[in-house]
T-cell receptor, first 112, second 118 residues
Framework: AQSVSQHNHHVILSEAASLELGCNYSYGGTVNLFWYVQYPGQHLQLLLKYFSGDPLVKGIKGFEAEFIKSKFSFNLRKPSVQWSDTAEYFC??????????FGGGTRLMVKP | DAGVIQSPRHEVTEMGQEVTLRCKPISGHDYLFWYRQTMMRGLELLIY????????DSGMPEDRFSAKMPNASFSTLKIQPSEPRDSAVYFCARSFPRGGGGMNTEAFFGQGTRLTVV
């Protein structure tokens, strides 16, 4: 069975700091990978996605993620966070049978 | 949210009552997912369908939970009887096959139903 692990449950940063959120998955077959963001009281919205090709993918709002197949990782990065990035971030894998599994989420707080 | 409509947005019910949550995705050869989100357990996949057929319901917590998809544009998640520990936000999401036989697109989420069982 596939699973997703996000290492950081809570992250607190100051504005302009760099961000990296870890994500590892377990599934030996072909995968599609996603990062979603959930602002307080809202539903999940797609930040970026990896299907194939260039393992470095760029998403909205200056976010990017790198797929490292050998490490089963898909870490999310942003060079300079803003207060408006305060939200919860979810990594997800689409693998076996098109089942979409999410990690436990990382709550990011950006201090102004 | 790419055409996923959930109702109601909020539901408050008493313990022991039956609760039915509804999801209306745009019809087609879609996959439909039901998730439950709580502070303690995060986002859990309860069940998902492909072309109205349940594919995996191993995430359904107990027999009190049941889900149906009678047609391509409607799905329900029912809890009978409800308990306070069922309080959560329940999301419905859809994805669909990409062209060329590849894996599915990203999932598009509804706004969720916030369920409170008192």
């Amino acid at each position: 069975a596939q699973s997703v692990s996000q290492h950081n449950h809570h992250v607190i940063l100051s504005e302009a700091a760099s961000l990296e959120l870890g994500c590892n998955y377990s599934y030996g077959g072909t995968v599609n990978l996603f990062w979603y963001v959930q602002y307080p009281g809202q539903h999940l919205q797609l930040l970026l996605k990896y299907f194939s090709g260039d393992p470095l993918v760029k998403g909205i709002k200056g976010f990017e993620a790198e797929f490292i197949k050998s490490k089963f990782s898909f870490n999310l990065r942003k060079p300079s966070v803003q207060w408006s990035d305060t939200a919860e971030y979810f990594c997800a894998v689409n693998g076996e049978g098109n089942m979409l599994t999410f990690g436990g989420g990382t709550r990011l707080m950006v201090k102004p | 949210d790419a055409g996923v409509i959930q109702s109601p947005r909020h539901e408050v019910t008493e313990m022991g009552q039956e609760v039915t949550l509804r999801c209306k995705p745009i019809s087609g050869h879609d996959y439909l997912f039901w998730y439950r989100q709580t502070m303690m357990r995060g986002l859990e996949l309860l069940i998902y369908f492909n072309n109205n057929v349940p594919i995996d319901d191993s995430g359904m917590p107990e027999d009190r939970f049941s889900a149906k998809m009678p047609n391509a544009s409607f799905s329900t998640l029912k809890i009978q009887p409800s308990e306070p520990r069922d309080s959560a936000v329940y999301f419905c999401a859809r994805s669909f096959p990409r062209g060329g036989g590849g894996m599915n697109t990203e999932a598009f989420f509804g706004q969720g139903t916030r369920l409170t069982v008192v």
